[in-house]
């Protein structure tokens, strides 16, 4: 995994002084969950990702919602015909670039370049840097391994400021040290693999069988949900910022008609 011994020294101080604060978290933590799924200290660094957002997951979710209101063959088609049209769309975007990095990543590294400004890096031998930032902060950045201690340039696999600051002394390109995974070659081969059409129902093959029953539909109470479940203090987009309070920890309420309190 690589663990850097800074990120480490930190995630234990961090461990620590959350101990002292509130002892059952500290406990539950350490005993339900691993540090590998929510501390950067720990992070594989093979997947190139220093995010944990389920954004993917959410963006899927809102544009499939009119289908999961079909039986299920309806949803299946409409589902397929997104993915059929979004891969053929993705190739089409891609083949029309000329740089051999992804846009967006060609984005991230030019704010390095420009965060590189404010560094200072030391060439201690062939391979290995010191870094210095110019408000405080020293890091070793080794060529050799592609390994920074802040630890953003192994986790996304994009240079970081205190690397493409060590580039400029060797008088390379720091495109050249990007992953290949980001590459447009990379891309293109990622949605290469297209959904092929297929024909409507009216050319199938009859089947023998009886036809399958729709299950019993049981309504439940109240209006179905359709959006996600949001934390307490989480904005809606509808709402113009306002945030939905939870009512833990208010003041009891006393009813109008039995005047009995109740939390």
């Excluded at 210095?132 to 340039?153: E, L, P, Q």
Aim: contains cysteine.
């Amino acid at each position: 995994m690589g663990l850097c011994k800074g990120y480490v020294n930190r995630f234990k101080f961090e461990m620590d002084t959350l101990k002292q604060y509130d002892e059952s978290a500290h406990k539950w933590l350490m005993d339900n969950t691993s540090p590998r799924h929510w501390s950067m200290s720990h992070f594989r660094t093979t997947v190139k990702c220093d995010i944990l957002l389920n954004n993917l997951c959410e963006s899927f979710n809102s544009v499939i919602l009119d289908a999961r209101e079909k039986p299920i063959l309806g949803m299946l088609e409409n589902i397929r015909i997104y993915l059929m049209e979004r891969l053929r769309t993705k190739r089409e975007w891609m083949r029309k670039m000329n740089e051999e990095i992804c846009p967006k990543i060609l984005k991230k590294l030019e704010k390095a370049k420009d965060d590189a400004k404010t560094n200072i890096a030391r060439w201690a031998d062939n391979d290995r840097f010191e870094v210095t930032h110019m408000y405080g902060g020293t890091f070793v950045v080794d060529m050799k391994r592609r390994t920074c201690t802040c630890r953003r340039w192994e986790l996304t696999g994009i240079p970081c400021s205190h690397v493409v600051c060590c580039v400029g002394l060797q008088q390379n390109e720091p495109e050249h040290l990007v992953d290949p995974c980001y590459s447009r070659d990379a891309y293109l081969k990622a949605y290469e693999p297209a959904i092929g059409p297929i024909n409507g129902p009216n050319n199938w093959n009859k089947s023998k069988k009886d036809p399958i029953n729709a299950p019993k539909k049981l309504k439940l109470p109240g209006r179905p949900k359709k959006t996600r479940r949001r934390e307490p203090n989480e904005q809606r987009s509808d709402s113009k910022g306002c945030t939905r309070l939870s009512r833990k920890g208010v003041t009891q309420i006393t009813c109008t008609k039995c005047q009995k309190k109740r939390a």
